[in-house]
Structure formats: C-alpha cells, structure tokens
C-alpha cells in the first residue's frame, strides 16, 4: 500500500514536495490545501491534484470557479501523513488539527524546533524520526550546513566550524519581501541562528556561523572553514566528496563562476522548477592547509529540502531503511552526486 500523502500549503516548497511525492512509486498524493484559489490552484487542478480549503474561504472558490475536494480537516483524515508547508508559525497551530485527528505531521524549518519530537535530514539522522509523530526537516541553510558538516565530521572528525553564509535577501517569486542595493546584518551581533539550528541535527558539533543578507533571489552562498582532528589533502579531500549523495561538484573550468550560472544549470539539467537538491561546490574553492579547510557552496533554498521532505515521509511511514530510501529518492529526483 502506497503512503498516503497530504501537503498543506502550497508555496514555494509545498508545491515542490507535492510535486516529488508524485514521483515516488512508494507515495500517493491525497492532495493539496490551499487558501487562495489563484493559478497556483488551477494548474494544480489541470494536473489531477485535489484541493482541499479552509471552510471559511468556500465563497471565494466558487467565484473563481474552481472545483474543490473537500476541506482541510477532510484532507487530514484521508492521509496517513501531512506535510506541513505554511509560512512560519502557521504549522504551529495547524498541529492542533493534525493532533486532533491523529495524523502524523512534518513541518518545514520556519517552526520552532520546539513543536516537533526530532529535526531530521535524511544522511544524518534518518532513524531519529522512527516513532515519531510530529517531526521536522529544518531550514534549507541548515540542511547544507548539516549535510557538508556531517560529511566532515564522518571522514574526518570536527574540532571547529566557522561558516559565513550570505543569505538571498527574497524567493524569485516574493512580491512583498526583499532589500535593494544593500547588504544586512543577519544579525549584527554574532553568532547567527542557523549554528543553534545545525545542533538539532548534530547535537555535539562545534559550529559557529554568521549570517548577511544579500540583495539576490535564486541562492545562498557559504563559505567555511572547517577545523578538522584527522588531516587531509585537497585532493582527498576532493576524491572523498564526489562519492558523498546529495553534493554536486562545479568547476569555474566549464564556465560555472557564479550562482547565477548554477541557476542556468539546473535549465540545463532539465530539473523542474529549476530545482537543485543539491549542494553545489566549487571545487577551485577547496582549500586545505591539512588543518583548516575551507570550502564554498551554493545553495538552492527552493528545492534543497525536497528530498529530505520525501525521505522524512518514510521515516515515519515506512519500514524502509535510511539508504535504501535517499537511493529511491535520488532516482526519481534526479539528483546527482560528484563532478557536473
Ligand atoms: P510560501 O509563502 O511560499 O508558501 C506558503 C503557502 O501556504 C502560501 O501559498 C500560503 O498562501 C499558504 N498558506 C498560508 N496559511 C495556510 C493554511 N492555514 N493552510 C494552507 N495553506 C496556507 O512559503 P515557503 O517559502 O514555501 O515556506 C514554507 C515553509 O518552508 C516555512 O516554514 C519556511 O520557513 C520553510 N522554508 C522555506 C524556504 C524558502 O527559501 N522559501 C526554504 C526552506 C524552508
């Protein structure tokens, strides 16, 4: 029996997870809930998606026309787990209804670490979401920083992590948020948060981060410095990335210099959306004086969680195993590892 699949909020990244669960041989998409009925609902619509609404909004969505399934509480009751996709703080009080109705829920990185029972990305700390009811896959910067500090931390040990991470000011699509010609402080006072976020994945690691905000829409960029117990050369360094799952090695040799030419890439990978799960290295940005190594990655905070998304679904719906579900994943999503 396929996982029943409900996803709630369908934004820049709820419309994204909807999407990957319909490739999923494992996975059903029951359905969406939406509050506005716009082209987002109607595309939606065209492809076969049910719609669930709040039922206070019916009137709206008859005067646009568009046919509905059900309301929320009806797509809670038909799935086996919601994926919750709201703007920040809105997962916090749709949990009450998932309580009610004793659903599994997983939300996304905008809710507080305290709602849930674990945060979870799938390389790390996959069968820390086993049994739980309420989980959450954390923010797309932490992902990153957790998927390459797990990496270091594994093959190498980590004694310290200083990261710097110059943050896209707005989504490509936001109308309402964003800073213009201006570079913030996010925040002034160090540290930034996302170090406190990486320990909910990685309890022990000694992170420290710092944070900018950055007037560009379609990536972040960190750079980091990893101080590392076991030594290692660039080149081994090099070799033992390109077999990690999920890092995508770039080089400024084939014309990729920038995140806009990561963003022309993910065109030209045919990746829907311009998804790219991955985290992008450069590898001329590998640096090792076989104590501090320093490295930059781009990060594409629209996709990066999907696949954590689909693998938090079988962790807490499924008896699969943590590899055998990233393996599942990484095939329906087409996401690659190693030199581009
Ligand atoms: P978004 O604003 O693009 O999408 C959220 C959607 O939920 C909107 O369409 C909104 O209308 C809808 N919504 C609001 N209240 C609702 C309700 N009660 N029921 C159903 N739908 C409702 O937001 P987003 O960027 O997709 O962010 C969603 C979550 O993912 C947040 O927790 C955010 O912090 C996290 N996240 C965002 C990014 C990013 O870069 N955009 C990256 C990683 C994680």
């Not at 992590?161 to 002034?188: H, L, M, S, V, Y």
């Not at 101080?227 to 770039?250: G, N, P």
Request: charged share 30%; aromatic share 4%; hydrophobic share 40%.
């Amino acid at each position: 029996m396929p996982i029943k699949v409900g996803v709630v909020g369908y934004g820049t990244i709820g419309a994204r997870i909807a999407d990957a669960v319909m490739k999923q041989p494992d996975m059903e998409l029951i359905g969406i809930a939406k509050t506005t009925p716009d082209y987002k609902a109607k595309t939606a619509v065209s492809r076969g998606i049910k719609i669930f609404i709040p039922e206070n909004s019916i009137e709206s969505w008859k005067k646009a026309g568009i046919k509905v399934d059900g309301v929320v509480e009806d797509l809670v009751r038909e799935a086996d787990v919601i994926v919750d996709a709201t703007p920040k703080g809105v997962g916090k009080a749709n949990s009450e209804i998932y309580k009610k109705e004793g659903r599994i829920a997983i939300f996304q990185g905008g809710e507080k670490k305290d709602l849930v029972e674990a945060t979870v990305v799938a390389q790390v700390n996959y069968n820390e979401a086993r049994g739980k009811r309420m989980i959450r896959v954390p923010s797309c910067n932490t992902t990153a920083l957790s998927r390459i500090s797990w990496f270091l931390e594994r093959e190498y040990g980590v004694e310290r992590i200083i990261a710097t991470i110059a943050r896209r000011a707005a989504d490509p699509a936001d109308k309402k948020e964003g800073i213009i010609d201006n570079i913030e402080f996010d925040p002034i006072k160090p540290p930034s948060h996302h170090g406190e976020d990486v320990r909910t994945v990685l309890k022990n690691l000694n992170i420290f981060t710092t944070a900018i905000k950055i007037p560009t829409t379609h990536a972040h960029l960190h750079l980091i410095n990893a101080k590392l117990r076991k030594k290692a050369s660039r080149e081994e360094i090099i070799d033992a990335l390109s077999e990690e799952r999920r890092i995508m090695l770039v080089s400024s040799e084939d014309g990729i210099t920038t995140t806009a030419d990561v963003f022309e890439l993910s065109r030209h990978l045919g990746r829907p959306m311009n998804n790219i799960y991955e985290n992008v290295i450069w590898i001329e940005s590998i640096h090792s004086d076989e104590e501090w190594v320093y490295l930059a990655q781009a990060v594409h905070q629209e996709a990066i969680v999907v696949p954590e998304n689909i693998d938090a679904i079988r962790a807490v719906a499924s008896t699969l195993d943590a590899e055998s579900s990233m393996n599942t994943t990484d095939r329906t999503l087409g996401i690659v590892k190693g030199r581009i």
